[in-house]
T-cell receptor, first 115, second 112 residues
Framework: DSGVTQTPKHLITATGQRVTLRCSPR?????VYWYQQSLDQGLQFLIHYYNGEERAKGNILERFSAQQFPDLHSELNLSSLELGDSALYFC??????????????FGQGTRLTVV | LAKTTQPVSMDSYEGQEVNITCSHNNIATNDYITWYQQFPSQGPRFIIQ???TKVTNEVASLFIPADRKSSTLSLPRVSLSDTAVYYC?????????????FGKGTHLIIQP
């Protein structure tokens, strides 16, 4: 158990819908990272928050947004869903803002299926 | 961006030592080298990190030559449960999108 909690574990929804994925980082970790992993694209970095502020953006679509709240949990909002958005979405956390350069801990992921 | 190059896949047998090499010719002075392991349908797990020479922990060793243009992850006496994808990342502590980007990794398959 990495200490990072993601909910829900599984999500099935229809095209055009909107969903929210939630991540609770390890206690004391200030950084939260979101990744998307699909079979044909590998592990894609989406966005990084540190202590409530956005620190870095990767290949995140405009239909996707995220935020980190004062209690440090984070939510990833996916809207106007398309079939191609079906993937595993991982959240990771670390104490520092150094990204994967520091020891980051990943959650078990949310498997999103868009039908 | 210090891009990394790793073999796409490797095979070995239980009980063998496995060495996975990562090339990072454009590594910068402040960059660290970090390795993660990922099992199917699970999030990556931090294995080891180093800056130069050799680093060892309870699961692996990391060898970094003086020019730091490559690094080798060494897994001693592998077992079937070491079958996974191994990622090499190069980044400095400043964060930024470049340091958060995983490559395609090396798919290590351990056979009985």
């Amino acid at each position: 158990d990495s200490g990072v909690t993601q909910t829900p574990k599984h999500l099935i929804t229809a095209t055009g819908q909107r969903v929210t994925l939630r991540c609770s980082p390890r206690s004391g970790d200030l950084s939260v990272y979101w990744y998307q992993q699909s079979l044909d694209q590998g592990l894609q970095f989406l966005i990084h928050y540190y202590n409530g502020e956005e620190r870095a953006k990767g290949n995140i679509l405009e239909r996707f947004s995220a935020q980190q709240f004062p209690d440090l949990h984070s939510e990833l909002n996916l809207s106007s869903l398309e079939l191609g958005d079906s993937a595993l979405y991982f959240c990771a956390s670390s104490v520092e803002a150094g990204g994967m350069n520091t020891e980051a801990f990943f959650g078990q992921g949310t498997r999103l299926t868009v039908v | 961006l210090a891009k990394t190059t790793q073999p796409v896949s490797m095979d070995s047998y239980e009980g063998q030592e496995v060495n996975i090499t990562c090339s990072h010719n454009n590594i910068a002075t402040n960059d660290y080298i970090t390795w993660y392991q990922q099992f199917p349908s699970q999030g990556p797990r931090f294995i080891i990190q180093g800056y130069k020479t050799k680093v060892t922990n309870e699961v692996a060793s990391l060898f970094i030559p003086a020019d730091r243009k490559s690094s080798t992850l060494s897994l001693p006496r592998v077992s079937l449960s070491d079958t996974a994808v191994y990622y090499c990342l190069v980044a400095d502590s400043g964060g930024g999108a470049d340091g958060l980007t995983f490559g395609k990794g090396t798919h290590l398959i351990i056979q009985p």
